[in-house]
């Protein structure tokens, strides 16, 4: 028999809003202590940490989301580990998340003047505090804008898990779909919802961005 | 680690897979063409001087931009049938592409004719030449040199895309690894077949775009 397209309905697709903001975040904190780790190694003086680095965000930017994540999801369990598939979608989401925040940082660390580095240097200062107290500082004010960019592209991105049958906001409008026979209003309801995410965070990349053109 | 990797196994697939990563770049060159299309009107709805073109246009763009791609297609193939409008596979991932990549070189586009400074059609019209050659040698071609490193950008991640329409049973080069997956079982050893020939194909437009760009577009600024 087929369900009715409800309130309950409309609340079990929201419902999976949580799964897609907890997943985004995970990725999103997971990924930038590993791409921060990715930008250092790319702004590095050691030309083969630059080249790991590299080859590791064209690997990334170079296949599709998917792919990396059918990798992750067949791959772990050849490799001996067993592993529920949050766990799973978060490594894949992390990884993914680190190559795009590396290769925006290492250009919000090349793009602080050169002379800053220089001044650092001649005041001898040693690499950890160049980073922390001279170089990070003003690289994080030019990358505020495109991070926030990226978030979107992350949340939006964590759909994909629902291909591998990760229930979170877009696998839940799957199920609703399929079950009410209402596919229009069920993946309506998804947009709606990403939607009510991603539009403020849009918008606030996009001033942010006019803010900081404006002053340098 | 006892897995034991079989590659061999996927040998009698390799026509099958060459095919997918034709249809993949088919798929993708009429989307990005389609795409640029609406792209350019979208960009100049923006620019118009009726408030609804502006609205239409902006809507638009934001809707796309701001919602899963995943979302879009299953809307686009399962939810308007329920309309009465239905798609084959291919024609709904082709629709859904091109409004994907539309609304993101509108952006792109819109940047584009900015950037020419309105000197330039009176220079042009100072020098006497006529309206088609003004457009076609002091608009166009300069647009065209600062939007095409972005607009290159743009058809390597419509192709990286293209991979999700897999999930309404389109036929492309992950839907094809995807049925050689069952009939296997080597799931793992043909993800890694996809993925590096997803990568050859992203690189090879790269550096074409690169060639073309410095080709066509390398003359001196200044």
């Known amino acids: 028999m087929i369900r009715q397209f409800g309130l309950s309905e409309a609340l079990a697709i929201f419902s999976g809003v ?18 921060l780790a990715v930008a250092l190694m790319r702004t590095s003086e050691r030309t083969w940490l ?3 680095a590299g080859f590791y965000i064209d690997f990334f930017q170079g296949t599709p989301l998917l792919m990396q994540l059918f990798l992750v999801f067949y791959g772990l369990p050849v490799l001996g580990y067993k592993v529920n598939p949050w766990i799973a979608v ?7 998340a680190s190559a795009f925040l590396g290769e925006i940082w290492r250009g919000s660390i090349q793009a602080v003047p050169r002379g800053q580095t220089e001044a650092a240097y001649a005041l001898g200062l040693s690499y950890v505090t160049r980073m922390r107290n001279v170089v990070l500082p003003q690289a994080m004010r030019i990358s505020i804008a495109p991070t926030v960019g990226f978030m979107v592209q992350l949340i939006k991105g964590t759909s994909l898990a629902a291909i591998i049958g990760f229930v979170e906001l877009s696998r839940s409008a799957q199920i609703i779909a399929s079950a009410t026979y209402k596919p229009l209003l069920a993946y309506g309801c998804a947009g709606i919802v990403y ?6 965070l849009s918008r606030l990349s996009m001033r942010l961005e006019k803010r900081f053109a404006v002053k340098t | 680690m006892t897995y034991q990797f079989d590659f061999s196994a996927l040998l009698p ?12 770049i088919v798929l993708s060159g009429a989307s990005i063409s389609a795409g640029l299309v609406i792209g350019i009107l979208a960009a100049l709805a923006k620019q118009s001087r009726f408030a609804a073109a502006r609205i239409a246009a902006g809507t638009y763009v934001e809707i796309i931009r701001n919602t899963p791609f995943l979302v879009q297609v299953f809307f686009i193939f399962f939810g308007l049938p329920t309309l009465g409008i239905s798609f084959q596979p291919w024609s709904a991932a082709i629709l859904a592409l091109s409004l994907n990549c539309g609304a993101f070189s509108a952006e792109v586009i819109r940047g584009g004719i900015d950037a020419i400074a309105r000197g330039q059609y009176e220079a042009g019209t100072a020098l006497g030449l006529k309206p088609l050659q003004i457009f076609r040698h002091i608009i166009l071609k300069p647009a065209l040199r600062i939007i095409f490193p972005a607009l290159s950008g743009q058809f390597v991640l419509t192709l990286l895309t293209t991979s999700i329409v897999s999930s ?28 590096v020939l997803y990568l050859t194909m992203s690189f090879g437009f790269a550096t074409l775009f690169k060639l073309i760009d410095r080709l066509y577009f390398s003359y001196p600024v200044k």
């Open chain 1, 50 to 52: 630059q080249r790991c």
């Open chain 1, 90 to 96: 978060a490594i894949g989401f992390t990884l993914h």
């Open chain 2, 168 to 195: 309404i049973s389109a036929e492309e080069l992950t839907s094809i690894a995807q049925s050689i997956d069952t009939l296997t079982f080597r799931s793992f050893e043909i993800y890694i077949v996809a993925t």
């Open chain 1, 195 to 200: 939607f009510v995410l991603c539009f403020p």
């Open chain 2, 13 to 24: 697939y390799w026509e099958q897979l060459l095919r997918g990563c034709w249809l993949t």
């Open chain 1, 18 to 35: 949580q799964a897609t903001i907890l997943l985004s975040l995970i990725a999103f904190v997971g990924g930038g202590v590993v791409g």
